[in-house]
C-alpha cells in the first residue's frame, strides 16, 4: 500500500499544474513504408565501404546479411553509426524521443514505478543501449529531477552503452553541457564519464558486460532493430541463407543471392516448427537479452524494450532509410541507415524462464496506459502559444495513431519475477503460524497495464 501510494503521489506531481519548460521537439516525419532492395542507385565512385566489401567478398566469398550488416552499421573506421548523427530532421530517419518530450516523460515515470514496485533499492542504475542524441535519457532524467522527493536517498547513476564516439558526444553535449571527460586509453571500458546538468554521474561503455553490476533499469528505445540479422529462405531442398554477393553483371554493385548449400546459420537458427517461408533473425539481440535476462534475475531489476516489430508473424522486413525516404539495402553502403523488425517471439524464447516477460503491446497502448492523455491535456492548459499547442497535438498523434507510430511500435519488458509476486510476510518468532501469510499485491507494471492515477 505504501508504494502505491507513493506511486500516486508521484503520477500527481507528474501531472501537477506546474509543468516544466515547454521546450517541444517536434519535425514532420517520413512515414516508414516497408520495402525490399529493388531499384540499386549507382554507388558513388570511390565508395570505400563498398570496396572494402567488395573486397571481403572477393577474398571468402558471398557474406551474410548479418556480416554486411554490421559493418556498414559499426565497423569501427567507416560505420555509419560510428561516422554520423543522423537522427532529426536534417538526418536520416526521426524517433518518438525527438518527436515529443511527452515520451521520455512516461518513460521516466515508468522507471520509478519499476524502481517502487521492486521495494525501492538504494542504488538505482539507468542504462540506456543506444541513446541517439541523448533526448530520452535527457526527458528522463528531468523527471527523476522533478521527482527527487521520491526517489528518496537513491543512489542514482546513469549508463549508456553506446558504440558511437560521434553520438557519444552530441549526447555529452545534450546531458553534460559538454562536461564530459574522454579516457585516455582507447581501451577503458568507460571511455567517456561526466555528470548530468542534474548532477548525476553518467559513463559511457561499447558492452553491457562493462557496465557495473547492481540494481538497473535497462532502457533500448530502437537499438534492437539497429542490430545485423540473419536471412533465411525456405526452399524446396530446406532453409537456405539470403547472403550479400558482388552483382556479376556489374561488378561496383552488390545483389542479394540465396546460397545453394546449408550453412551453420540456416542450421542453427531455425525453430523446428516455423512456418514462414521467409525468416529473420538477430542472433546478437539474442545474445544481449540473455545477459540482461542474467542481470534482472541476479541484481534485480527490469528492461523495456521498445521498437517496431512483430511477435514472430513478419517476413521481409529488412530496409534502408535515407533522408527520411526508403533506400536500396545494397545501394552506396554506409550512407543510410539499415534497419529489420524485432522479433519479440525471439527475444522471449532466447529469455526463457529467467525473467518474467510481458508483451510485445502497442505504443498507443503503452502510453495510453502511461497516461499520455492526461499529460498531453496538463501540458495544453498551461500552453497559450497556438503554434506551441498545434505541435503538442500533432506529436501525441505522431506517437499514438494506429496508422502513424501508435501500432507498429511495440513495448516489451523483461522483469525480476519477483516483481509479480506477493512477498510473504514472516509474523517473526518460532511459533507463528505455519501458513506464512502473504503480503500486499504487487504493484501493477506500468504500461502493460493502467499506471493506477487517483
Ligand atoms: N535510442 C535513440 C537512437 C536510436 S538509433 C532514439 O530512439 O532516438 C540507434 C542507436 O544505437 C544509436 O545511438 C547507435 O549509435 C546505437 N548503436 C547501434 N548499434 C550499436 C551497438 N552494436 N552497440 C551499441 N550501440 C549501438
Redesign the pocket.
Known amino acids: 500500500m505504501r508504494t502505491v501510494r507513493a506511486l500516486q503521489r508521484l503520477s500527481r506531481v507528474l501531472v501537477c499544474p506546474c509543468p516544466p519548460p515547454l521546450f517541444v521537439r517536434l519535425w514532420s516525419v517520413a512515414q516508414r513504408q516497408s520495402f525490399s532492395s529493388g531499384s540499386a542507385e549507382k554507388p558513388l565512385p570511390g565508395n570505400l565501404m563498398l570496396r572494402h566489401l567488395t573486397s571481403k567478398i572477393k577474398a571468402t566469398g558471398p557474406i551474410s546479411v548479418a556480416e554486411y550488416m554490421r559493418e556498414v552499421?559499426?565497423n569501427p573506421v567507416m560505420g555509419y553509426?560510428?561516422q554520423n548523427d543522423?537522427?532529426g530532421p536534417d538526418g536520416d530517419f526521426i524517433?518518438?524521443?525527438?518527436i515529443s518530450q511527452i515520451f521520455g516523460e512516461l518513460l521516466g515515470i515508468w522507471c520509478l514505478s519499476e524502481w517502487i514496485g521492486a521495494g525501492k533499492p538504494s542504488r538505482f542504475q539507468l542504462v540506456?543501449?543506444?541513446?541517439?542524441?541523448g533526448?530520452?535519457a535527457n526527458d528522463i532524467l528531468r523527471v527523476f529531477s522533478q521527482l527527487r522527493g521520491a526517489l528518496g536517498g537513491a543512489a542514482v547513476s546513469v549508463h549508456l552503452?553506446?558504440?558511437?564516439p560521434k553520438?557519444s558526444q552530441v549526447q555529452a553535449q545534450c546531458l553534460t553541457g559538454d562536461q564530459s571527460q574522454v579516457s585516455a586509453s582507447e581501451d577503458e571500458p568507460v571511455y567517456r564519464q561526466g555528470t548530468s546538468t542534474t548532477g548525476l554521474p553518467i559513463s559511457w561503455y561499447?558492452?553491457l558486460d562493462d557496465v557495473p553490476r547492481g540494481f538497473s533499469i535497462y532502457l533500448?528505445?530502437?537499438?534492437f532493430d539497429?542490430?545485423p540479422i540473419h536471412k533465411f529462405q525456405g526452399t524446396e531442398k530446406g532453409w537456405r541463407e539470403v547472403m550479400v554477393d558482388i552483382d556479376p553483371d556489374e561488378p561496383g554493385k552488390l545483389r542479394l543471392v540465396i546460397v545453394p548449400a546449408p550453412t551453420l546459420a540456416s542450421t542453427q537458427l531455425i525453430q523446428a516448427d516455423e512456418k514462414r517461408r521467409h525468416v529473420e533473425v538477430c542472433p546478437?539481440g539474442g545474445v544481449i537479452v540473455q545477459r540482461l535476462a542474467n542481470r534482472i534475475a541476479e541484481d534485480g531489476g527490469a528492461a523495456l524494450i521498445a521498437d517496431y516489430g512483430h511477435d514472430g508473424t513478419k517476413t521481409d522486413t529488412f530496409r534502408g532509410f535515407k533522408g527520411h525516404k526508403l533506400h536500396d539495402v545494397l545501394a552506396s553502403p554506409g550512407s543510410a541507415?539499415l534497419t529489420a523488425d524485432v522479433d519479440y517471439s525471439y527475444l522471449r524464447r532466447m529469455a526463457g524462464a529467467t525473467v518474467a516477460c510481458m508483451g510485445p503491446v502497442s505504443q498507443k497502448d503503452f502510453l495510453k496506459n502511461m497516461g499520455i492523455d492526461t499529460r498531453l491535456q496538463v501540458l495544453l492548459r498551461n500552453c497559450a502559444d497556438p503554434s506551441t499547442r498545434a505541435q503538442l497535438i500533432q506529436g501525441y498523434d505522431m506517437l499514438t495513431n494506429p496508422l502513424k507510430m501508435g501500432e507498429r511500435f511495440q513495448f516489451f519488458t523483461m522483469l525480476n519475477h519477483s516483481r509479480l509476486t506477493r512477498p510473504e510476510q514472516s509474523k517473526g518468532g518460532k511459533k507463528m503460524a505455519p501458513v506464512p501469510k502473504k503480503g500486499p499485491a504487487p504493484l501493477p507494471v506500468a504500461g502493460f497495464s493502467e499506471l493506477g492515477l487517483s
Request: charge should be negative.
Open positions: 552499421l559499426t553509426y560510428v543522423m537522427l524517433t518518438s524521443p525527438e540506456e543501449f543506444g541513446p541517439g542524441r533526448s530520452l552503452v553506446e558504440v558511437s553520438l561499447r558492452n533500448a528505445h530502437e537499438f539497429a542490430l546478437e541507415d
